[in-house]
C-alpha cells in the first residue's frame, strides 16, 4: 500500500469534512496499535478465550470423495463465536474504540452477522452500541435483530433510499457525523475511507495466517488454490493476505443473483465500473449517470453495490481472479455440503463452495484447495426454505 | 475577480440551495428566477445523487424525488445553462463525486465553465482526494468551495481556508442537513478561529432554517446558507408550483430583510 490509504488507484478517502479529523485521529492511533505488542496480545487472547479461535481447517473427505479430484479443505469460520468471521474484526475495533476513549460504537448491518458481532463485542466491554440495519433486511434477518437487542444494542431501521445494506451505511456515517466526538465506527468490511479497508484486512489476516500454519502441519506444503466470497470482501481479503506473495491462486466469489444479465446480481468486481462510494474509489455497480444501483443476492450479506478497494487492486493487477455465482448454484452448493459433510453453511459461504465445487472435478487429487466457509447457515433457514418452495427467494 | 466573492461584499450575503430537478427541472427554473428575484446573492443548484451522506432526510428526499423524474448531472448543467442570461446571482453546482467522475472530471469542469456555473461544491471530496477535479475546475475559471468544520484541526482550517475559493463554506454543526440540531456552542468562537485561517468571505450554513438562526449567524459570518428549508417547501408544495413559488419567495425575501438588518461593513476584501 503507498501513501494515504491506496492500493494502486483504489481507496483513499473520499468523505465529509467532518470526518477527516475522526479519520485522522484512527489512523494515527492505529498505526501506534498495530505495532503494540501489548495491543495484539490481548486482541490474540481475546479471540482464543471469548472468540473460540484458532477455528480448524478441516479436510473435507466425502465432499473430496464426491468430486473426485483436488483435495478441498474448510477453514471453518462458521465455528467463531456469533458463527461468522465477522467476531475478528468486532473485537479488533472495539479494543481500538476503547484506546479511543470512545465510549460507543455504531455499526451497519445487511443480513445482521456485523450487528450481531459488534453488539457482542460492545457488550463485552462495555460499550453502548447502535445499529443501523435496513428495513428489508430487519424484516429478512429478525432473529438477528432479536440477538442484537438481547445483547444491549439499539438497531435502527434504516428507511432511506432502498432500506438495505447501502443505505444502512449512509446512514451510520450520516449519524457518526453527527457523534463523531464520543463515537467510533465499527465497519463491517474492508471498504470505506482510509485506514478502514487496512485495518479491518489486519484484523482479518488471522484467517490467513491460521490456514497457513494449518495446511503445513497437515500436508507439509502451501495450498494451491484460496477460494472465498465477496460481498464487501473481508473473510476473502483476511484468508488472501497472507498468501499475496506465495504461489498461491487466489478466487473472489461474487454473487451472480439471478444472472448477470438480467442485472439482478450482486457481481460488482465483475460487471460494475470504477466509482466512489462510501470513502473510497473502487469497483462500483452504478448507472451511466454515477448513481449507485442496487445489488440483489439471495444472501444477504453479499448484496452490497461496493467492494474492498484492495480487492479491485488485486482484481486489476491480475493477482487475483474473480467470478461469480448464482443464487441456484449457491443453494446447490449449501445442499450438498449438508448432507455430505453435516455442516450447514452460510448463504454467503456457499458462494465460495459452489466455484470451488466446479473446479475440483478437473484438478488433480494432488491439488490442494481450500475454502473460505465465512459463516454459519442457521440464520439462513427462512431464505433456503422460501426459495426452495418457490423455485426463487421469497424475499 | 471571483463573482463569488464579490455577492459578499458591502451587506450580508444570502445563499440559497434548491435540489435541481424537485419536482421538476421546469420548476426548479421557476424557483432559481423566484429566488434570484427575492434577495438571493448566490444561488446552490443541487445535483441528486443516490447516496447523499451529508444530506438529511429533507435533501435525501428531494434527490430521491429528482431521480425519480429523470434528473441528471448533464440536465442540469443544461438548466444551469439557461438560467444564466437570465438572473443577477451566480450559480454554484453542489453535488458529490461520483456522478461527477461518471461524468469525466475534465469534461465536468469544461462544461460547467462554459453554461456559465461560478462555483462547484463537492461535500465528499476533501482537497487531499481532490487534485484532480479541483485543478481543472481552477483551470477553467470555476470556484472550487471548500468546507470547514467546527472539529477542524488549526492546520486543516488553515489548508481549506487556503485552498478554497470564492468562499469559505463553514459547517455550522457537527452533523448532516437539516436536522434542526441545534448550532455548535462554540459557534462564535469557530468563526474566529476560521477568520484567522483565511482571508475569503465565510458562509455560514447547516441547520440555518429560518430568520432567527440567520440573524445570529449572520453575525459571526459574512453570509449565511439555507437549504433544507427551502427544500422542505418544494416537498410541500410539490403539486402546487404557484404556491411553492410564492412560499419561496416569502422565506427569501424575510430572510433578506433580516440580513440586511445586522449591522455591518459588509466583506472588506484584505487589501493586497
Same mark, same amino acid.
Given at each position: 500500500m503507498t501513501q494515504r490509504g491506496y492500493y494502486g488507484p483504489f481507496g483513499g478517502r473520499y468523505v465529509p469534512e467532518t470526518l477527516m479529523a475522526a479519520l485522522e485521529e484512527l489512523e494515527r492511533a492505529y498505526e501506534v496499535l498495530r505495532r503494540d505488542e501489548i495491543f495484539q496480545g490481548e486482541l490474540a487472547f481475546l479471540l482464543e =478465550?471469548? *472468540? *473460540? =479461535?484458532?477455528t480448524p481447517l478441516y479436510f473435507a473427505e466425502r465432499l473430496t470423495e464426491h468430486l473426485g479430484g483436488a483435495r478441498v479443505y474448510l477453514k471453518r469460520e462458521d465455528l467463531n463465536h456469533t458463527g461468522a468471521h465477522k467476531i475478528n474484526n468486532a473485537l479488533g475495533q472495539a479494543l481500538v474504540a476503547r484506546r479511543l476513549g470512545k465510549r460507543r460504537v455504531i455499526a451497519e448491518t445487511g443480513a445482521g452477522q456485523h450487528g450481531v458481532a459488534t453488539a457482542t463485542a460492545a457488550a463485552r466491554f462495555g460499550l453502548e452500541c447502535t445499529v443501523f440495519m435496513g428495513e428489508e433486511d430487519m424484516r429478512r434477518q429478525a432473529v438477528n435483530v432479536d440477538r442484537m437487542r438481547l445483547l444491549g444494542a439499539e438497531v435502527v431501521p434504516v428507511t432511506s433510499g432502498t432500506g438495505t445494506l447501502k443505505d444502512a451505511t449512509n446512514e451510520a456515517i450520516r449519524h457518526w457525523v453527527a457523534t463523531v466526538e464520543e463515537t467510533h465506527y465499527i465497519i463491517g468490511s474492508v471498504v470505506g475511507p482510509h485506514p478502514y479497508p487496512m485495518m479491518v484486512r489486519d484484523f482479518q489476516r488471522v484467517i490467513g495466517d491460521e490456514t497457513r500454519r494449518q495446511i503445513l502441519a497437515d500436508e507439509g506444503r502451501l495450498p494451491d488454490l484460496l477460494v472465498a466470497c465477496v460481498g464487501g470482501g473481508s473473510n476473502a481479503m483476511g484468508l488472501f493476505y497472507p498468501f499475496l506473495d506465495d504461489p498461491v491462486a487466489l478466487v473472489g466469489v461474487e454473487a451472480a443473483g439471478r444472472g448477470l444479465d438480467t442485472g439482478s446480481h450482486a457481481a460488482t468486481l465483475g460487471a460494475g465500473r470504477v466509482g466512489v462510494l462510501h470513502g473510497s474509489r473502487s469497483y462500483l455497480l452504478q448507472d451511466g449517470d454515477g448513481q449507485v444501483v442496487e445489488a440483489y443476492s439471495l444472501s444477504a450479506g453479499l448484496d452490497y453495490p461496493g467492494v474492498g478497494p484492495e480487492h479491485s487492486f488485486l482484481k486489476e493487477s491480475g493477482r487475483a481472479e474473480y467470478v461469480s455465482v448464482t443464487d441456484t448454484e449457491a443453494v446447490e452448493a449449501f445442499l450438498l455440503l449438508c448432507r455430505l459433510e453435516g455442516i450447514i453453511p452460510a448463504l454467503e459461504s456457499s458462494h465460495a463452495l459452489a466455484e470451488a465445487m466446479k473446479r475440483v472435478p478437473s484438478l488433480d487429487g494432488k491439488t490442494l484447495l481450500v475454502v473460505g466457509l465465512s459463516g454459519r447457515g442457521d440464520k439462513d433457514m427462512n431464505s433456503i426454505e422460501a426459495y426452495l418452495k418457490k423455485g426463487e427467494s421469497a424475499s | 475577480m471571483s463573482r463569488l466573492s464579490s455577492a459578499f461584499e458591502g451587506h450580508k450575503a444570502l445563499v440559497t440551495y434548491v435540489t435541481a430537478g424537485d419536482p421538476d427541472l421546469a420548476v426548479t427554473a421557476d424557483c432559481v428566477a423566484c429566488l434570484d428575484a427575492s434577495g438571493a446573492d448566490i444561488i446552490e443548484l443541487g445535483v441528486p445523487f443516490s447516496d447523499p451522506q451529508a444530506d438529511g432526510p429533507i435533501i435525501q428526499r428531494a434527490g430521491q424525488r429528482a431521480l425519480r423524474k429523470g434528473a441528471t448531472l448533464k440536465k442540469v448543467l443544461t438548466l444551469a445553462g439557461d438560467l444564466k442570461g437570465g438572473i443577477r446571482a451566480p450559480l454554484v453546482l453542489m453535488g458529490y463525486y461520483n456522478p461527477i467522475l461518471s461524468y469525466g472530471e475534465e469534461r465536468f469542469a469544461h462544461d460547467a465553465a462554459e453554461v456559465g456555473v461560478s462555483g462547484v461544491i463537492v461535500p465528499d471530496l476533501p482537497f487531499d482526494e481532490g487534485g484532480r477535479l479541483y485543478g481543472a475546475l481552477e483551470r477553467q475559471g470555476v470556484d472550487a468551495v471548500l468546507m470547514a468544520t467546527p472539529n477542524a484541526v488549526p492546520d486543516r482550517l488553515a489548508a481549506v481556508g487556503s485552498r478554497s475559493r470564492g468562499f469559505l463554506y463553514c459547517v455550522s454543526l457537527l452533523g448532516v442537513t437539516g436536522? +434542526?440540531?441545534?448550532?455548535?456552542? +462554540?459557534l462564535e468562537a469557530y468563526m474566529a478561529r476560521v477568520r484567522k485561517a483565511t482571508s475569503l468571505p465565510l458562509a455560514l450554513g447547516f441547520g440555518?432554517? +429560518?430568520p432567527e438562526k440567520a440573524r445570529l449567524c449572520a453575525s459571526f459570518a459574512d453570509g449565511v446558507v439555507v437549504g433544507s428549508a427551502l427544500v422542505r417547501l418544494a416537498e410541500a408544495f410539490r403539486d402546487d408550483a404557484p404556491r411553492l413559488l410564492e412560499e419561496t419567495g416569502r422565506l427569501v425575501r424575510s430572510l433578506r430583510a433580516v440580513l440586511d438588518e445586522?449591522?455591518?461593513? +459588509?466583506?472588506q476584501r484584505p487589501s493586497a
Open positions: =478465550r471469548f *472468540g *473460540g =479461535r484458532p | 436536522t +434542526g440540531k441545534s448550532l455548535y456552542e +462554540g440555518i432554517d +429560518g445586522v449591522q455591518t461593513t +459588509g466583506f
